[in-house]
């Protein structure tokens, strides 16, 4: 298990989420990683891989049913994963943020987004009326909102998809939190707002917010994030610095989702596609979670579960026959 | 029809969608109609992948739609296969209709909630012409050319998963034994993984079936790899049109430009190389 370091500001240490009632319903599975100070750290993985469960569950935000099993979550030298809601509700939107997928579920329709920064900094900081809204202004002005006085006054509707985005991330940092959660927050947007908006997290990330980014595309993590954490089946498959994972990835479900992503400039006659479905939820088949679609599968892999290897001090690796890839970097 | 004749000539389209009148809408000054196409040509051959990138509102799913015969172009001509469109009695548009076929974004809303996959897919075949006795066969066959299992056919569309109900949407549009494909955004909504498998079998269905297919996606690094030749998209016009691999390789227009370097590159130079 890692240690937690001086710097550390946030580590799961062996988290299991479950289904309350149902002991041995695991969705996600003895996770283990840490995130320090100024760090931003990407989550990657297909749909039910567990990836926003892990961050939920860091928010205090599991949906009712599930709760963390097993394991604690540090954050801040505080163990939150045994807070009490009231605890957990005074450290969210100030200590630690949420920005989610689709920002128009995310807002209230029926109120201003004036009136909804100002809410938040209401409960959160507190100060004169003036005060706040100068502070709304600016948080809106520093995502790049053009005349953001008057746009105070607009409703969710009244801006395109990006700019939404834009709203929740001023919204999300208005409190200058230590940790900000984003969970997909650009696969739902055009590929050049989604190149702003990678822009505008790079740009948070020079404030030292630590970051946790979630995405099923790999490379929008490998474009700004300092590591990545590879989740399958609610188990970290691998984990390291964004070179390690880009360039050097062991295991054979992180090279998959690395060929997939299609890439410009090489002419293939079909797409390399991952085969197969994922594995449902909660299923836990006593080997490898990826045994099943895995191109380098051995007898092994199917009924022991692989032991933690490490291919350097940073990069950790879950797998029985590692592919050892080394891949040549492009030119920038 | 021969093999890179003409499927559709379309002659400088243009959509006009009148957008709702009220008061309130005079008191904004809100623009009282837009204009999604303007002066679009195309010509899209047979057996060819045809691509048509750009972003939301670049009128890229209108030219579909038109192309679908669903819209009615304001002004221009759309040929299907030497003739005109709006020339088209009414047998001639059914068959039309049946030859070309649209699969949409999200199968999950286009498909009925309340009926089995094989109830979906009998109907189509039903339509397609299909007679009775044969329909069993019919159904079988199509399920296994979008690489579904027979028991597929027995569940509801949401116990797929979107992956398999893309496969759904394939399948009725296949059912209709159609020449040309329109697929608007097929794999926008499924995970990286999964859109690789459906970009593939889309593939393999135009050999087999020797389909034209016309591939509308905003999604670069797909129309790049999948499509032969791609019309570039925005504000309602075509502004570069070429072989994919060049206008990929060497765009013309600053907008694709801009579209190629927005891609995320991630590290590596190329899998292959390895």
Redesign the interface.
């Known amino acids: 298990m890692q240690q937690v370091g001086p710097e550390s500001l946030l580590s799961l240490e062996a988290v299991s989420i479950g289904v309350a009632g149902q002991p041995g319903v695991e969705l996600v599975h003895d996770i283990n990683f840490r995130v320090t100070r100024g760090e931003a750290i990407g989550i990657v993985g297909e749909s039910g891989s567990g990836k926003s469960l892990t961050a939920l569950s860091v928010a205090g935000l599991l949906p009712a049913g599930l709760s963390v099993t097993s394991g604690r979550i540090v954050f801040d030298d505080r163990v939150i994963s045994e807070f009490s809601e009231r605890d957990l509700h005074r450290l969210r939107g100030k200590e630690i943020s949420y920005v989610f997928q689709d920002p128009l579920a995310a807002l209230n329709p029926t109120l201003t987004i004036g009136r909804q920064m100002i809410d938040v900094l209401k409960r959160h900081v507190g100060g004169s009326r003036e005060t706040l809204r100068r502070r709304a202004v600016d948080g809106l002005a520093s995502v790049g909102i053009q005349e953001p006085e008057s746009r105070l006054r607009s409703y969710p509707h009244q801006f395109s998809g990006g700019m939404r985005q834009r709203v929740l991330i001023a919204m999300a940092t208005l409190c200058s939190p230590k940790l900000l959660i984003a969970d997909e927050p650009t696969t739902a947007l055009d590929v050049t707002v989604q190149a702003n908006i990678i822009d505008l997290f790079r740009a948070i990330r020079r404030t030292g917010i630590s970051l946790i980014f979630i995405s099923h595309n790999i490379d929008v993590v490998l474009e700004f994030c300092d590591r990545v954490l590879v989740l399958y089946g609610g188990r970290v498959m691998e984990i390291g610095t964004v070179e390690e994972i880009g360039l050097r990835p062991q295991h054979p479900y992180t090279r998959a989702l690395l060929e997939c992503v299609p890439r410009l400039g090489t002419q293939l006659d079909r797409l390399r596609a991952i085969e197969g479905q994922p594995p449902l939820p909660g299923s836990q088949p006593p080997g490898c979670p990826f045994a099943q679609r895995c191109p380098r599968v051995i007898s092994r892999c199917r009924n022991e579960r692989p032991p933690a290897s490490y291919a350097s001090e940073t990069h950790m690796f879950e797998c029985w026959n590692p592919a050892d890839t080394v891949l040549t970097a492009r030119a920038s | 029809m021969r093999h890179g004749s003409l499927v559709f000539d379309v002659q400088r389209v243009s959509k006009t969608f009148q957008l709702s009148h009220s008061i309130f809408s005079e008191l904004r000054r809100a623009p009282a109609e837009l204009k999604a196409l303007s002066e679009v040509s195309v010509q899209i051959r047979r057996g060819e992948v045809f691509g048509v990138i750009g972003?939301?509102g670049s009128g890229k799913s209108t030219l579909g739609y038109v192309l679908g015969g669903i819209e009615e172009p304001t002004s221009g001509s759309v040929t299907f296969c030497d003739t005109p469109l709006h020339a088209m009695g009414r047998q001639e548009r059914r068959r039309f209709r049946q030859k070309t076929q649209i699969v949409f974004q999200d199968s999950g809303s286009a498909l009925n909630p309340r009926r089995k996959v094989g109830s979906t897919l009998r109907d189509s075949l039903r339509l397609a012409g299909v007679p009775r006795s044969e329909r069993a066969a019919g159904l079988r066959a199509i399920l296994q050319m979008v690489g579904l299992a027979v028991d597929h056919a027995i569940r509801f569309p949401h116990q797929l998963?979107?992956?398999?109900r893309q496969r759904v949407g394939i399948a009725r549009a296949l059912a209709m034994k159609p020449d040309v494909l329109i697929a608007d955004e097929p794999v926008s909504a499924l995970?990286?993984?999964?859109?690789?498998?459906i970009?593939?079998l889309l593939?393999d269905l135009r050999r087999e079936l020797d389909l034209t297919i016309v591939l509308i996606s905003?999604?670069?690094?797909?129309v790049?790899?999948?499509t032969d030749r791609v019309a570039v998209m925005r504000g309602g016009e075509i502004v570069e049109t070429g072989a994919t691999?060049e206008v990929?390789?060497a765009p013309k227009h600053p907008y694709t430009r801009?579209?190629?370097?927005?891609?995320?590159?991630?590290?590596?130079?190329?899998?292959?190389?390895?």
Request: aromatic letters at 0%.
């Open positions: 972003e939301s998963s979107g992956g398999q995970d990286v993984s999964v859109r690789a498998q970009i593939n593939l905003h999604d670069i690094g797909v790049a790899h999948a691999a990929i390789h801009a579209l190629i370097s927005a891609v995320p590159k991630g590290l590596r130079q190329d899998l292959q190389a390895t």
